[in-house]
């Protein structure tokens, strides 16, 4: 299924000279994947101070837009660089999870929609990066399939925070909006799951 994912590579693209200035400088992939920890962190403690603040609302996209772009500088470090490291792999993944709790959960408390929506879409995203990374376990790739990705996520909840922090009045559309994220990110966890067990099965024959 399509994903925001996809287009990373292009991403990546515009991001090269950037990624070169960076190291040169001396900077390392682990700085860059704190930076972004840190990020989320101090956005998510932003919401939850302030609730009912619009500009912390309009704040989010901006946020996870940089933040998507360092964790793609945080990779192409690593790998074009030579910085890959295992306790690199370990801030990767658990980043990740964290960021993404750290700044989504807080949103259950500003979104006017029943909060287990919210709740619910951070569960599923934490079971679906897990099964992402058990595909390593038995013998498959790290699992990116969407169609309800971290990327996915991103784009998902950048919109809606910038449509709320912009005015837009919220109504039954934005807890059937949360809804669908929420049956999206377990088809994720699904699908990640099967095709890993695809991939180490066909690996296998």
Known sequence: MASVYDLKPAFQRLLRPLVGAL??????????????????????????????????LLLVP???????????????????HRMASRLGAVLNELGDVVSDS?????????????PWLVIGIVLAAVIGEMTGVVAVQIGAARRYDGPMG????????????????LGV??????????GAVLVLSCLTIVN??????????????
């Open 62 to 80: 901006a946020v996870l837009f940089v933040r998507m772009a360092l964790n793609a500088i945080d990779g192409m470090l690593a790998r074009e």
């Open 102 to 114: 750290a700044l989504y959960l807080p949103l259950a408390l500003v979104f006017p929609a029943p």
């Open 192 to 205: 990640r799951a099967r095709k890993a067990l695809k991939e180490a099965l066909d690996a296998s024959d």
């Open 23 to 56: 190291a040169g400088a001396g900077a390392t992939a682990n700085q860059v994947t704190v930076a972004a920890l840190l990020l989320s962190l101090a956005t998510g403690a932003a919401l939850v101070l302030y609730p009912q603040q619009r500009w912390i």
């Open 150 to 165: 971290k990327s996915d996520r991103a784009a998902v909840f950048g919109l809606l925070c910038l449509l709320l922090g």
């Open 169 to 178: 009045p919220a109504g039954a559309w934005l807890s059937y909006g949360l």
